[in-house]
């Protein structure tokens, strides 16, 4: 099993930036590929952004409404993963969802990741 705990959302204005943070704990090396998905009110789960390990060096993705806006990045020796969002705007307002797997076949699909964080809310006014 691996646990993790999102943190650093908040109410921000646009055009401001927040980083998020996942901590991940227990079976770790079960967490190979990590990412973050969002979720607003009313709506589907959203692919955000994703980092896959691999021998040569993680490789980052991201979903094209925050594709140069976002920075992912990961500390192996912490456990630890980051989301960097700058040039927010309103409809970055949701929960976002810190999430692992080992080997997801579709890392853009929410369904393809078995480990979930609690969520962090991030707001932001125009």
């Known amino acids: 099993q691996v646990q993790l705990v999102e943190s650093g959302g908040g109410l921000v204005q646009a055009g401001d930036s927040l980083r998020l943070s996942c901590a991940a704990s227990?079976?770790?090396?079960?967490?190979?590929?990590m990412g973050w998905f969002r979720q607003a009110p009313g709506t589907s789960r959203e692919f955000v952004a994703t980092i896959k390990w691999g021998w040569s060096g993680d490789t980052p993705y991201y979903g094209d409404s925050v594709k140069g806006r976002f920075t992912i990045s990961r500390d192996n020796s912490k456990n630890a993963m980051y989301l960097q969002m700058n040039s927010l705007k309103p409809e970055d307002t949701a929960v976002y969802y810190c999430?692992?797997?080992?080997?997801?076949?579709?890392?853009?699909?929410?369904?393809?990741?078995?480990?979930w964080g609690q969520g962090t809310q991030v707001t932001v006014s125009s």
């Open positions: 999430a692992a797997d080992a080997a997801p076949r579709n890392f853009r699909d929410s369904n393809d990741y078995d480990y």
């Open positions: 227990g079976r770790t090396s079960s967490a190979l590929a």
